[in-house]
């Protein structure tokens, strides 16, 4: 259920550029606007790649924090962007050379390519030790196997992803919100003039201070939970007001809390998105499942084993019952939107035959089979010298997916034809995944997960651990690989606008990566040693991992033929065709001003998935904040707004690695109960 979330761009309603027919470049607006920047013989720099991946570092103890809290994962390219340029300007100063636009692309590239390798620890990998299908291990002691996996997902999307460059960048020209906030930021950044300069200090200073608030807050929050963590209003409301119902609503999850991250991702998150997900959130968690646990229907609010206490009647808890809707609606939801773009998609399988067929003629040294004019878009003028060569892409596809099938095989005992299924399956999917960030600026990843478990759902084994190891290593091989074909793409729209090098893009990527394996498996490590509830399955911790829960529990029903309350099962029904006619009604007959308003019924089910009202509360106050900001100082809002949110987004990451290490070491936290309830108990 890992979902995505990019920062929103207010360039997404920006006009697209386009060829007539009659072939005229109208491209010529981009170059001259081109021509105002330096002259940049170099833009893959090793200073530019450091940089970049030691910014992205940050992002990454972000998204394991924010994955494991809520299932959430942010991109680093918007922070990689603005520190990329702060930094690289004062280290230009102490080196002396040239700095532009073009290498300010390469240091944002190498960010977001080693913030965002957090998939597999928020989904699959934790869901394998939860379920037991790791033996009795701890991850530390698995440190070579998730070496090995974590290398083959750092590469394996990210090489398939280059011949997908030619369809999404070029001939379809999606918008790209995030690519192109970052670009439109960068060439800001780098124009001449004051105006220019203090922008971008500005920026700084509002990216600076936003991380050290977020960082110091969250930080504190380890010694004064009561006040900076948590805080149980209706807990306290009730126990004077001698209401039960409210005193109960308080272990339901209706508590405010003070998450940063999620006040930053509610900044640049559309309103249609921050509203479905709150909606979800008050339905599931604020109405239908109290309301249900008082009439005895359901136990209480987690949990997937009834406890002994339950009542007869209880058939599940909230958490095991709405999770099935919740994941219908994210997957429909999902395919839907595939189906109503099915012309693209079409289009798409063309453009993979005629590339397919390129590959075979050129290493045959035939021409290449000509492309209809009169289905391109526009025309690329990047040179050819700066493309990226066949045999690169080629070569690392063969290598990396040779490597991915072994590592299955021999380290998780995944049978070699599921692999190569897989890997031919990851490449489509990867298609549902770019027409949906290239146009919304969401990545569905969680769907493409849950749509590869039910795939490989019933593989032919005599041993239940292996069948169920395949579900979960299979659609966790679809997610990584499909989270790093959009990540590629979107870095390769971004130079596209900024006439940087694609070539330079994927060193940077490959750059980065590496530095987003080094750190990967030490923050899945400090988490997991520091809370060791996160590996257990129906237990209370500090950290719900939604993504994780549902990926474990769709495992055990799809491999299992477990069951699901029958009321479960007819809601999840009506829930799915309702996404279905809704995506029918938008795209039909909803007029594209409405369009941003109308209702997400992927976001509605991923308020289903994820327990509690805090993370969609703290969503919906930084959305209205932002409004607020937009009203009584667009000016501000527009050149800061994003920087504000970074920020805040990779102070709580830090602040969470602090927090984890604090634990480890065992240093006393709670020092100050205030707020805590009778004996420290609600904290």
């Known amino acids: 259920m890992a979902s995505h979330v990019n920062e929103k761009s207010e360039y997404a309603d920006l006009p697209e550029k386009s060829t007539p027919l009659d072939g005229v470049d109208t491209n010529i607006e ?3 606007e081109q021509d105002e920047f330096i002259d940049e013989p170099r833009q893959l720099t090793v200073r ?67 913030g965002g390798l957090s998939a597999g620890f928020i989904t699959a990998i934790p869901a394998m030790y939860r379920l037991g299908l790791m033996g009795n291990s701890h991850p530390k002691d698995d440190i070579v196997s998730l070496l090995l996996w974590t290398i083959c997902s750092a590469f394996f999307g990210m090489f398939f992803a280059v011949p997908l460059r030619t369809h999404f960048v070029i001939n379809q020209d999606l918008v790209f919100p995030t690519p192109r906030a970052a ?23 509002a990216m600076g201070a936003s991380f050290i608030i977020s960082m110091v807050w969250g930080t504190l929050a380890h010694f ?56 979800g959130s ?33 058939v599940a808890s909230m958490q095991s019952w709405f999770i099935w809707p919740g994941i219908a609606m994210m997957v429909v ?45 526009s025309r690329d003028t990047t040179p050819e010298h700066e493309m990226i060569p066949t045999s690169w892409w080629v070569g690392g596809l063969v290598v990396s997916t040779l490597c991915t099938i072994v590592v299955m095989y021999f380290n998780f005992q995944v049978p070699v034809y599921a692999s190569i299924g897989v890997v031919v399956l990851s490449f489509f999917l990867a298609f549902v995944c770019l027409q949906s960030t290239g146009e919304t600026d969401i990545n569905p990843t969680g769907a493409i997960g849950k749509v590869t478990q039910l795939v490989f759902s019933r593989i032919p084994n005599q041993y239940p651990m292996i069948v169920q190891k395949t579900n979960l290593m299979c659609a966790n091989i679809a ?14 729209k971004t130079a596209q606008l900024t006439k940087a090098s694609p070539r330079a893009m994927l060193g940077a990527q490959m750059a980065g990566s590496v530095f987003a394996i080094a750190i990967a498996i030490p923050l899945f490590l400090l988490y997991t040693t520091a809370y060791p509830c996160i590996l257990v399955q129906g237990v209370t911790c500090q950290f719900p991992a939604p993504a994780v829960e549902a990926w474990a529990n769709t495992c055990i029903l799809l491999t299992t033929g477990g069951t699901i309350p029958k009321e ?28 941003p308003y109308w209702p997400n019924m992927n976001a509605f089910g991923l308020g289903f998935v994820n327990t509690g009202l805090g993370t969609s509360t703290c969503m919906l106050i930084g959305w209205i904040a932002g409004r607020l900001w937009l009203k009584f100082g667009k000016a501000s809002h527009g050149r800061l707004m994003y920087s504000v949110s970074a920020g805040m987004i990779s102070g709580i990451g830090i602040a969470g690695v602090i927090k984890a290490a604090l634990t480890i070491a065992s240093v006393p936290g709670k020092n100050i109960l205030i707020g805590c309830g009778p004996g420290g108990g609600l904290c």
């Open 333 to 377: 939801a999902a395919f839907a939107e595939l189906a109503a773009n099915w012309r693209s998609l079409y289009f798409s399988l063309q453009v993979i035959g005629r590339e397919s067929r390129n590959i075979i003629r050129k290493l045959s040294k035939k021409e290449a089979l000509a492309v209809d004019a009169g289905a391109q878009v």
């Open 479 to 492: 997610a990584a690989a499909s989270s790093s074909a959009v990540d590629m793409v979107s870095d390769l």
């Open 568 to 595: 479960s099962v007819i809601l999840t029904i009506v829930l799915a065709v309702v996404s279905i006619l809704n995506v029918v009604i938008r795209v039909k007959f909803v007029p594209d001003a409405w369009k």
């Open 183 to 205: 670009a439109e930021t960068i060439k800001s950044l780098h124009r001449a003039g004051s105006e220019a300069a203090k922008d971008a200090r500005d920026s700084g200073i």
């Open 48 to 114: 530019a790649v450091l940089v970049g991946s030691v910014l992205g570092l940050v992002v990454a103890a972000s998204n394991m924090y924010t994955g494991l809290k809520a299932g959430w994962t942010f991109g680093a390219a918007l922070w990689g962007s603005i520190f990329g340029f702060l930094l690289l300007k004062l280290l230009t100063r102490i080196t002396g050379g040239i700095f532009g636009p073009k290498e300010n692309t390469v240091c944002q590239t190498a960010a977001t390519a080693s």
């Open 224 to 279: 004064i939970p009561g006040l900076l963590d948590a805080i149980h209003i209706l807990y306290f409301i009730g126990e004077s007001a001698g209401s039960k119902f409210l005193m109960r609503a308080d272990q339901w999850g209706w508590v405010f809390s003070w998450d940063f991250a999620f006040f930053g991702a509610g900044l640049m998150t559309p309103g249609s998105t921050v509203f479905s997900f709150f909606a």
């Open 282 to 314: 008050v339905v599931a968690f604020g109405i239908a499942g109290p309301l249900m646990v008082d009439a005895g229907y359901l136990w209480d609010k987690m949990g997937f084993i009834a406890p002994k206490t339950a009542p007869i009647t209880a």
């Open 30 to 32: 981009l170059r001259e």
